[in-house]
């Protein structure tokens, strides 16, 4: 696998619906506190092999410099929409807020603090001229701490069925996918009624699992999408909210007892275990 296309600009209903001709495809951002990392992620939006149509960035109450960073964007990035929230509502909230206001088919999601492939956008489109029908696509992801140039690709697997990839996300030690390399109807997330604002952490996961639960398209694209970057700050080092997330999922989503307690019995001892070495 080759290194991710990365290049850094300088300033600062279901499927079964047939595509139009092209699809329309939005990013949406949601961030707090980001400043150390927003610019990076405005960025790479610049510098697309074939844009956005919509960039929806929304703030979930930064008190920090994030929002003067993403005003910066405005004018130079095209289809940049910011909205300053207010206060503080939670990530899954915030996203539900974001996507409300996309009007394209599909939404792309950023994290503030990752990086999109250059030519992710351009993926996306080529993967839906030949998968019409897609409710979720999902890509690779390219690892990095500090330096986006030095990492590594994360190639995630491909499922043969709803049953196996619920499995597989409820039981690996590392996760089949990234947030930021997810590509989602706009019409199936309504349906669906968005991000689950009662999990306050966890919230992709979530919504992978009901994707997936619910018969709907869920396909893998075969190239790398975002370049997640591992920092101490991240939502995901929460180790004591993300295990009472976790036990929630298990029963959500495993109708099996026997299968439920073997997943417990093996995952929470290794997140404990992940919490105790890195702190």
Not at 90 to 106: H, K, T
């Amino acid at each position: 696998m080759t290194e991710p296309h990365v290049t850094f600009a300088n300033p600062p209903k279901k499927g079964g619906e047939t595509m139009k001709d092209t699809a329309t495809i939005a990013v949406c951002i949601v961030g707090r506190n980001a400043s150390s990392y927003i610019g990076d992620a405005l960025d790479s939006l610049l510098v697309q092999s074939v844009p956005a149509n919509e960039v929806i960035y929304y703030d979930d109450g930064s008190t920090d410099d994030t929002l003067r960073i993403v005003r910066e964007f405005e004018g130079l990035l095209p289809g940049l929409r910011v909205i300053e929230g207010g206060k503080n509502v939670g990530i899954s909230a915030a996203r539900n807020r974001a996507n409300q206001l996309v009007e394209s088919d599909f939404i792309a999601v950023l994290d503030a603090d990752d990086i999109l492939d250059a030519t992710a956008i351009e993926s996306y489109l080529d993967f839906l001229e030949r998968n019409p029908k897609v409710d979720l696509a999902y890509g690779n992801s390219w690892i990095f701490q500090g330096d986006p140039e030095s990492g590594f690709v994360r190639q995630y697997p491909r499922f043969r069925t709803a049953r196996e990839g619920i499995r597989s996300v409820l039981g690996a030690p590392l996760l089949p996918m990234k947030h930021s390399s997810i590509m989602y109807r706009r019409e199936t997330i309504e349906a669906l009624g968005g991000y689950d604002e009662s999990f306050p952490i966890k919230v992709d996961i979530e919504l992978f699992l009901r994707f997936l639960s619910g018969g709907l398209v869920v396909q893998k694209i075969d190239k790398t999408i975002s370049l997640h970057r591992k920092h101490r700050g991240q939502v995901s080092t929460r180790r004591i909210g993300g295990l009472s997330a976790y036990r929630r999922l298990v029963s959500l989503y495993e109708p099996n007892l026997f299968v439920r307690a073997g997943l417990l019995s093996t995952r929470v001892p290794a997140e404990v275990a992940k919490w105790m070495i890195r702190g």
